[in-house]
């Protein structure tokens, strides 16, 4: 007797606290983002100073103060588009479900696919995705960065110690709410440690800064080798923002091969995601407290 078909009744859900669920995403005014976008990037240093006729020192009134000078840090910055591509082959149905399967398939693949190729650079086997997290050179285009150097700031260190060090410098350079990007693998790590917690649906550290939890992140390190086994590198940014297209498929005259009677669907949409003056790397030992 044959069993009867049916439609798959569970329902995907996205794993949370993924890449696109922790950036910035405004509203492009165009689609010409597409084609890739460039900023004027601003990072102040910032300094202080006095007014010598209204200060004391406790010792006498003070020198004439130093003269002002530039601190803020201006550069031309750049990122590039990646499409997120899902492939089906079947005999022809109509071109609602052909396009619906295609969607569902697309849908359960795109923010791993988007993360992989956010945290190593490469779409196609070619490294074409800037910025991106694992980068030992710098990349420009013209007076443009594209890439920049990820620096590492300890290596080896138990997680509360790593991360630390790492906020610290992302404070230092940055001086607002960043990005930790973390493997999932050293999740339970943080969270054995106390070092996240849920806030309003996203994951922050205890310096207050957004974690971003990839399942296709990679941890590899800046020099895009894997680490040893029980170790990963994390990253910190500046805040990120991301744009994204509408899903698009192929037209069915496209897809369909006569010889074969053969339904060729895809599904794609494309992203590019860039982020403000940071790239910090450190490398930690998972694993729980020992005391």
């Known amino acids: 007797m044959a069993r009867q078909l049916i439609d798959l009744p569970a329902v995907f859900t996205p794993l949370p606290y993924g890449l696109w669920d922790s950036i910035q995403t405004p509203s ?86 988007l993360e992989t190729a956010f945290w190593t650079g490469p779409a196609a086997d070619q490294a074409v995705v800037f910025p991106h997290r694992a980068a030992d050179t710098e990349v420009l285009d013209g007076d443009v960065v594209l890439q920049s150097v990820a620096s590492p700031v300890v290596t080896g260190a138990d997680v509360a110690a790593a991360l630390g060090a790492l906020e610290q410098e992302l404070a230092d350079c940055y001086k607002g709410q960043g990005l930790i990007h973390v493997p999932r693998t050293a999740l339970p ?72 009677n053969t339904l060729r669907m895809q599904a794609e949409r494309t992203y590019l995601i860039g982020f403000e003056c940071c790239l910090l790397a450190a490398h930690i030992v998972l694993g729980v407290p020992t005391e």
């Open 28 to 113: 492009p005014d165009s689609v010409h983002w597409q084609q890739g976008v460039t900023w004027i990037e601003r990072c102040p240093t910032g300094d202080t100073t006095y007014d010598e006729c209204l200060s004391v020192t406790g010792t006498g009134a003070p020198p004439e103060p130093p003269a002002k000078t530039p601190n803020v840090d201006q550069e031309f910055r750049g990122a590039t588009p990646v499409t997120v591509i899902a492939e089906f082959q079947c005999t022809p149905v109509g071109l609602g479900e052909a396009q619906s399967v295609a969607q569902d398939a697309l849908a359960r693949i795109e923010q791993h696919q």
């Open 189 to 260: 790590t943080l969270a054995a440690w106390k070092l996240v917690r849920e806030d309003g649906g996203r994951l922050v550290t205890p310096n207050g800064n957004l974690i971003v939890a990839g399942g296709g992140y990679t941890g590899t390190g800046p020099d895009g080798a894997t680490p040893a086994d029980g170790t990963t590198w994390i990253y910190a940014t500046g805040a990120a923002f991301g744009y994204r297209s509408n899903v698009y498929f192929t037209q069915v005259r496209d897809s369909l091969n006569r010889a074969t």
